[in-house]
């Protein structure tokens, strides 16, 4: 099993909706959870931290739930420049302090 | 802020030749290094990690190694590169005193 797991999609909505995306990790013990987003042929970029209380940043929402051990990402109105590849990422304080991320979940925005 | 720098940007290679990627941190002193490859149409792999110069840990069994000469430079090598070497890789930095990281722009590596 895969430590952290996310449908790869492609979701394919157009301009104005919302979508979900949802991350499913293995490990109990990982403490910190993040989204990031990265473009084609780009670098991953830090899109949000996850709450445990949740979270907002203007049209992106972040849910966490530690019981199911699952992370949501909302985003509403979605915009062309929206689409991108949607990267659930999780960390755990071990040693090497570095984050494992899932294989990501491919958002395309139409007009 | 930090700033990673990383080169080439693309690099065509043959089966068998070597290889050297550089990796260069701008903007904090003594971090964690990483180097990662994504497949194409993959998540990233963690190949490397360095605490600090000449620190290397390895992740996972490979073609490839790893020096940290000096504290905000880390170079990935290899000797002798296979096709399964392609990918994209991708250095990055641990956020002072957090656990998110910065990536840098990334080299894109071709095996023929």
């Known amino acids: 099993r895969k430590e952290v797991e996310q449908d790869p999609g492609p979701f394919n909505v157009p301009e104005g909706a919302t979508v979900a995306f949802n991350c499913t990790y293995s490990n109990s013990a990982s403490q910190s959870f993040f989204w990031y987003r990265q473009d084609c042929r780009k670098e991953p970029k830090l899109l949000m931290s996850?709450?445990?209380s949740g979270n907002e940043d203007g049209r992106f929402t972040a849910q966490l739930n530690r019981a199911s051990q699952y992370i949501s990402l909302l985003i509403r109105d979605s915009k062309l420049s929206d689409s991108a590849t949607y990267l659930c990422?999780?960390?755990?304080?071990?040693?090497?302090?570095?984050?494992?991320f899932g294989s990501g979940t491919r958002l395309q925005v139409q007009p | 802020s930090q700033t990673i720098h990383q080169w080439p940007a693309t690099l065509v290679q043959p089966v068998g030749s070597p290889l050297s990627l550089e990796c260069t941190v701008e903007g904090t002193s003594n971090p964690n290094l990483y180097w990662y490859r994504q497949a194409a149409g993959r998540g990233l792999q963690l190949l490397f990690y360095?605490?600090?110069?000449?620190?290397i840990s390895s992740e996972v069994p490979q073609n490839l190694s790893a020096s940290r000469p000096q504290d905000r430079q880390f170079i990935l090598s290899s000797k002798k590169l296979l096709l399964s070497d392609s990918g994209f890789y991708l250095c990055a930095s641990l956020r002072d005193r957090g656990e998110t990281q910065y990536f840098g722009p990334g080299t894109r590596l071709l095996v023929l």
């Open positions: 360095s605490v600090g110069i000449g620190q």
């Open positions: 996850v709450y445990s």
């Open positions: 990422v999780v960390y755990m304080d071990t040693g090497r302090r570095a984050l494992t």
